[in-house]
């Protein structure tokens, strides 16, 4: 019973450094691989709905650096359905794209961007509790720290996406030069935000494109 206990032992522990050299490798092929699971016309679509928020506000919020809560509710809620709608999609398309490798290349891609929106709420935070006279830099900085996270997923995208960080870093280094409450218009937010997620949606249909000729 004791030698059988033991070869048993022998045999759970090489199954599991088994399974654990498989999720080794499946990693390693996950960060070798380019990201296919956001879709260009969602992104799109994301793109679209900065235009439509930077309009509510400018209907419905004319004097935004008055009513901070509900300027701030605007572009949280813009963002919030924005993420909802490529983690949606995202998920679908990567299981369809990726298949075996689905769960491995979804967690790659959010760790990628959860530091820069973790960063992103508590800074939002941190100013609205602290620091409201400074609130005016806030459009600028989600937008630099918006870049930091399309930076840190380049590695895994199309080369061409470094287009895209470099101007959500150009926009928001420019609506900080504004020093003032001009950063709260409208389109501080609507043009940086649609135009960006315009590019990296042609982006990406432009190199899907590409693969497909090629292939």
Same mark, same amino acid.
């Given at each position: 019973?004791?030698?059988?206990?033991?070869?048993?032992e022998?045999g759970?522990?090489?199954?599991?450094?088994?399974?654990?050299?498989?999720?080794?490798?499946?990693?390693?092929m996950?960060?070798?691989?380019?990201?296919r699971?956001?879709?260009?016309? @969602?992104?799109a @679509?994301?793109? =679209?709905?900065?235009?439509?928020?930077?309009?509510?506000?400018?209907?419905?919020?004319?004097?935004? %650096?008055?009513?901070? &809560?509900?300027?701030l509710?605007?572009?949280?809620?813009?963002a919030?359905?924005?993420?909802?709608?490529?983690? @949606?999609e995202?998920r =679908?398309?990567?299981?369809?794209i990726?298949?075996?490798?689905?769960?491995?290349?979804?967690?790659?891609?959010?760790?990628?961007?959860?530091?820069?929106?973790?960063?992103? =709420?508590?800074?939002?935070?941190?100013l609205?509790? $602290?620091?409201?006279? %400074?609130?005016?830099?806030? &459009?600028?900085?989600?937008?630099?720290?918006f870049?930091l996270? *399309?930076?840190? %997923?380049?590695?895994?995208? &199309?080369?061409?996406? *470094?287009?895209?960080? *470099?101007?959500?870093?150009?926009?928001?280094?420019?609506?900080? @030069?504004?020093?003032?409450?001009? =950063?709260?218009?409208?389109?501080?937010?609507?043009?940086? $935000?649609?135009a960006?997620?315009?590019? *990296?949606?042609?982006?990406?249909?432009?190199?899907?494109?590409?693969?497909?000729?090629?292939?």
């Open positions: 019973m004791r030698y059988f206990a033991v070869q048993s022998i759970m522990n090489d199954l599991n450094k088994a399974l654990s050299d498989i999720g080794c490798i499946r990693r390693q996950a960060r070798s691989t380019e990201f699971g956001y879709g260009p016309m @969602t992104l @679509t994301t793109g =679209a709905t900065a235009i439509a928020a930077a309009g509510a506000q400018a209907f419905w919020l004319p004097e935004p %650096s008055k009513n901070i &809560p509900a300027y509710a605007i572009w949280i809620s813009m919030a359905l924005s993420a909802a709608l490529i983690g @949606t995202m =679908a398309r990567t299981r369809r990726h298949s075996g490798m689905a769960d491995e290349m979804i967690r790659m891609a959010v760790e990628q961007f959860l530091p820069s929106a973790g960063v992103g =709420a508590l800074m939002t935070l941190v609205v509790r $602290y620091a409201p006279a %400074s609130l005016w830099m806030l &459009p600028g900085l989600w937008q630099v720290i870049s996270g *399309v930076f840190s %997923s380049c590695r895994f995208l &199309p080369k061409p996406m *470094v287009a895209a960080g *470099v101007w959500y870093l150009f926009t928001g280094l420019f609506c900080i @030069t504004l020093a003032d409450t001009r =950063a709260f218009s409208p389109w501080a937010m609507g043009i940086p $935000y649609g960006g997620q315009l590019l *990296v949606a042609a982006i990406l249909l432009f190199s899907a494109g590409v693969e497909e000729n090629e292939d």
